[in-house]
C-alpha cells in the first residue's frame, strides 16, 4: 500500500505556470505507474498524465498536450506535473494517483491509490 500527498497547488493569473507535487511514502514508489487527475465543479474526474515506473515513459491528455510536464524522482518518492500557460479552465482540483501495474492507463478506475487533491485555481 502507498500513501499519497499532493502540494503546491494555489491562485494563479492566466498565462502563469505551476508545479504540484506529490510524495509518496509506503511501499517501494518505484513499482506504482504514476498518473495526475483532476476534477473541476460538476465535472467528472479527467486524466492529465501519466508515467512509467521508471520514468522513461509518459502520457498527457490530448487537451493539455503542450503544456504539461509529468516527471518522478524515485530517490525521492515524489511525482511532479508542470503546467505551463494555465487557463481558467485548468482550474479544478489536481489528483495524484498510483497503479500496481507496468502498463498504461488513462482510466481513473485503473489506479488503486489516490491522494486528497490539491486546488488549483486559475484567475483570468
Known amino acids: 500500500q502507498v500513501q499519497l500527498v499532493e502540494s503546491g497547488g494555489g491562485l494563479v493569473q492566466a498565462g502563469d505556470s505551476l508545479r504540484v507535487s506529490c510524495a509518496a511514502s509506503?511501499?517501494?514508489?518505484?513499482?506504482?505507474?504514476m498518473g495526475w487527475f483532476r476534477q473541476a465543479p460538476g465535472k467528472e474526474r479527467e486524466f492529465v498524465a501519466a508515467?512509467?515506473?521508471?520514468?522513461?515513459?509518459?502520457v498527457y491528455a490530448d487537451s493539455m498536450k503542450g503544456r504539461l510536464t509529468i516527471s518522478r524522482d524515485n530517490a525521492k518518492n515524489t511525482v511532479y506535473l508542470q503546467m505551463n500557460s494555465l487557463k481558467p479552465e485548468d482550474t479544478a482540483v489536481y489528483y495524484c494517483?498510483?497503479?500496481?501495474?507496468?502498463?498504461?492507463?488513462?482510466?481513473?478506475?485503473?489506479?488503486?491509490?489516490w491522494g486528497q487533491g490539491t486546488q488549483v485555481t486559475v484567475s483570468s
Open positions: 494517483a498510483a497503479r500496481e501495474s507496468a502498463l498504461s492507463s488513462t482510466n481513473v478506475n485503473g489506479y488503486n491509490y
Open positions: 509506503g511501499r517501494t514508489f518505484s513499482s506504482y505507474f
Open positions: 508515467i512509467s515506473r521508471s520514468g522513461v515513459m509518459t
